[in-house]
């Protein structure tokens, strides 16, 4: 595919950019109109202002994506490493995680592996004990004898953990061989490096979700952290695989372990409230792009949904504790581009409020106004798409057009639905 080699960086990190203006000039434009008048009509609706905020917004991360590099470091003297696995109900997919640690590069003498069984109701333990037993200096277990939840699975695993940096992966996933050095790299570079997050990688390509969200994992979250990681405070080192200075955390734990919201206890998004912690203490969290995690995905609508609804309750809860010190001098460079991006991120709930008022319209819209629409919305997600290319190289990147369609079809009700629901604590993928 020697076509596909030749798309620029510059390209593909301009590629959403693209993808949006030529949206909202679709959407907005008509032929005898002058640019005056289009810029002052897209300005006069609310979903036409926050798409040209969101167009300028693209464009800047674009810009940052541009000058991400990856941590590196040369002759380090490597630090005690505990990588902690939280399990519950996870079968025999918890063995290939703790095999995927156990087969790394990174010296032995100076790692452990923690695998902690949340109270499972299947065969999780048995796995658990059998990787105990190949590995008998490498692999240490910790037993609920009912399920307390990730939060307490992982406030175990620091507890106990002897290393300085703490790994956290989740049991349904597998790492690369050369991912715990590159998760440790940041550190010894830079002191102020308080948490890592690694590059998510899709494990599963079963079916069309799952290749849509290959596609969408890598816009989503790449693109996103190596932009934020440019100006130091990724917004959430995701629960798949992250890592943190140990010392950082353990003052905390009770607090986060504990963390209520509206009056009820918070089992979810315990990755970013810790990410929340590290910023809040004037540490800097940062992407690896190198350090990679295979995770299994959804392949089932509703198993997509009940993700998705834990993702935006998770987002809701923390930020508000983000709001509450973002203004704040928590660090002492670098405080402007995260509120930038918290309020752009939180346009998203105006465009909601406004879709919902104006729902009674669509049943007015001419099947012309209808074509024109889906068109945009093919068009900008190729464009967006495209900037899959930039690392696989594939044909695959057209499930990010499909993702598209299926998004705004399909999934639509879920951040109004998690507003209402914000206080439900329950995990909802089991």
Known sequence: MK?????????????????????????????????????LGMLSHPIGMIAMIQAIYTLLLSLLWLRYKPFNVTDAVWP???????????????????????????????????????????DTFFHMQHLRREFPDLVRLVRFIGNRGKRSALVAGFRAAAGEIVVTIDSDSEINPDTIHEMVKPFLADPKVGGVAGRVSVLNRDNVISRMLEVQFALAFDFGRAAQSVYRAVACCPGALSSFRKSIILPFLDEWENQRFLGRPV??????????IVLKQGYDTVYQRTA????????????????????????????????????????????????????????RFVVVAVAIMELPRLFDTDLHAFGRTTIALILGSVFTAAYYLRFERSFRWMYGVLYAVFSVL?????????????????????
């Open 3 to 39: 076509g596909l080699k030749s798309l620029s960086g510059a390209a593909a990190g301009a590629a959403p950019l693209f993808g949006a203006l030529v949206s909202i000039g679709w959407l907005s434009w008509s032929g005898d109109a002058s640019a005056a008048s289009w810029l």
């Open 80 to 122: 005690k490493v505990t990588v902690v696995i939280p399990a519950f109900n996870e079968g025999r997919m918890v063995a290939r995680s703790i095999r995927s640690v156990a087969a790394c590069a990174y010296p032995k003498d100076k790692l452990e592996v923690i695998v902690v069984d949340d109270g499972s109701r299947d």
């Open 267 to 276: 089992s979810h998004g315990e990755d970013q409230a810790l990410t929340n």
């Open 292 to 347: 990679v995690v295979h995770t299994l995905v959804p392949t089932t609508y509703a198993q997509l949904s009940r993700m998705f609804l834990r993702w935006d309750r998770s987002y809701i809860v923390e930020g508000f504790s983000f709001a509450r010190f973002m203004f704040t001098r928590y660090r002492e460079k670098n405080r402007l581009m995260p509120v930038v991006s918290f309020f752009v991120a939180n346009l």
């Open 410 to 430: 399909m999934l639509q009700w879920i951040l109004p639905w998690a507003l209402v629901t914000v206080r439900d604590e329950r995990w909802g993928t089991r």
